[in-house]
């Protein structure tokens, strides 16, 4: 037991890699113990790795007890709360499962905006009420072809929403703060700008100090009233309590969100809120995913251990 | 008044035609009336036109009592309960919007889909009901582009699907009665072979004689307890106590119908039923479908009027 190294697990979440991690390494579960200075007693010398949700850094305090500590490993895509040029001053690198996730949150995107354009949720809670609705003239939602789409950051997974939605006809712009030269779709000047343009607005950016509550009041009322918001990436880049007034006064036509700023948000907050759909987070929440982040993860640890360059280096930006 | 020919409506829900009609014709609008027999006292020898919907057809002691009808026009795709050769017997066109709601109904198909497939509606109930679920890796639902899916009718509505569903990067085939030679999907041997092979069934095929109950237990069962079943198209295409059954006994992984036998469906069959969306028959409700239908039924009637030869005809089968 003792010449495997040590790894410890930090969210209960991550119970699922235990069984393939404790072929190679010692797991310390943080989930195991009432209290991290239990587990810091059994395990704090050894620990070599620490593997962590995005938006669940660990504190600096833990970090001071982790003398041996060479990497932060995170099996998704986001690696909020992380901060790459501390960690590298401390010696310890960071790793993400950038792309792992891609395709299926970009499938859930797609599904949560059709959901939302489109009624399924509110009239599929209608008919389970007993209320079948007719066709209503004055509700009829605009086709989704004749609806400009603006996406907020064209990465992977912001990537793979547009040549999903390419097939549905809508006409897509993006915003980033980075040209890419090759993207086949138009760049906004500006974020404002996409979101006057936009019908659908699709938040698919990276959580930093510089987007935390990128979408704000300005933003929600350029979309206006017509407006739908969608958000996959992570609660906190949009301003909760202007989505929620924009939503009840009619200036923001309706919102879907799948990540809240905190989760599980208190529901009490959303209550009555109209035009308005939350799921618990689950944008990745689908087999190739988790394969993938999982295949991704082992293999940054076999490097880091093995001395290799990683697979999937987070670096500090320049 | 007098001098513009006479057109029937038929359905409440076709009185959003109603002021465009009124531009050219005299309009007999049945539910402004008590009984047909009312309506007939009024105009009864001076209607040239039907207007309705498929599902919706005139009884034949109806017809029998209009004896300068020319036209039963429909404003989708759809015309079942209309037989365009029992109509040709007694000299009557048929025409339907063919093509006109194919792109949208293909976005709703493919957001039911996904929402069915990822849980949408499920998980936003659940937040909605202040449970807000974690990942559960039992529950956890297969990546979309993993999962074979299969149509049933590669008609304008089914290869609109096939389309978008391509961007998904999920193996497609259909079936459908007559070879598609230009089509770029795989046609499956017959219908049977199409649901063994597939783990997402949709359906858009015409409801004909022929096509009633075509989804009925051997298919369910050849689709599986991993499958799930998509209807767009028509409800009597499926056996509804059939997928009852099958969801309950967890033969069948789950369905999503926007179509019902009856509409609206009397809601205490589907109660407690699991792993079920249910929408109300809102798969063309988009603007781009109901202006395209609405011109293309004004352009037929202005035709059928005019002598010349109709826009969209449906013509007796060989």
């Known amino acids: 037991m003792q010449d495997k190294p040590c790894v410890l697990l930090l969210n209960k979440a991550l119970a699922v890699l235990r069984t393939d991690l404790e072929k190679s390494y010692r797991v310390a579960a943080a989930y195991d113990y009432a209290s991290l200075d239990l587990l810091l007693d059994d395990f704090g010398n050894d620990i070599r790795v620490l593997i962590t949700f995005g938006g669940y850094p660990p504190a600096p305090a833990l970090l001071d007890r982790l003398p041996d ?24 690198a960071l790793t993400s499962g ?11 995107a797609v599904g949560l905006m059709i959901a939302a354009a489109r009624g399924i949720c509110e009239s599929e809670r209608m008919v389970r009420g007993g209320l079948w609705t007719e066709l209503v003239p004055s509700s ?6 004749d609806r400009p789409v603006g996406i907020v950051g ?8 547009a040549k999903r939605l390419q097939a549905f006809g809508c006409p897509i712009s993006w915003w980033g703060p980075r040209e890419k030269p090759d993207a086949p779709f138009r760049r906004a000047p500006d974020l404002l700008s996409l979101a006057s ?14 987007t935390r509550k990128l979408i704000g009041t300005e933003l929600i009322d350029a979309l206006g009233p017509d407006g739908l918001l969608i958000n996959i990436a992570r609660g906190d880049l949009v301003d909760e309590d202007a989505v929620i007034a924009a939503l009840r006064a009619g200036r923001l036509g309706g919102a879907a969100l799948d990540v809240q700023a905190e989760e599980p948000t208190p529901i009490g907050k959303w209550a009555d809120v109209p035009n308005l759909i939350l799921t618990p987070h689950i944008g990745a929440n689908a087999t190739a995913s ?25 670096r500090p930006s320049a």
Chains 1, 2 share one sequence.
């Open 98 to 108: 950038a792309g792992s996730n891609a395709e299926d949150v970009a499938d859930f």
């Open 197 to 210: 343009e936009s019908e659908i607005l699709i938040v698919a950016a990276p959580l930093t100090a510089a």
């Open 140 to 145: 009829m939602p605009r086709s989704i072809r």
């Open 69 to 92: 500590i060479g990497l932060i490993a995170v099996p998704g895509a986001g690696f909020d709360g992380m901060d790459p040029a501390d960690l590298q001053a401390r010696g310890i």
């Open 290 to 314: 988790v394969r993938t982040a999982t295949e991704m993860l082992m293999e940054n640890l076999r490097r880091f251990f093995a001395g290799e360059p990683l697979l999937s280096p987070v």
């Open 154 to 161: 064209l990465g992977a997974i912001g990537a793979a929403i």
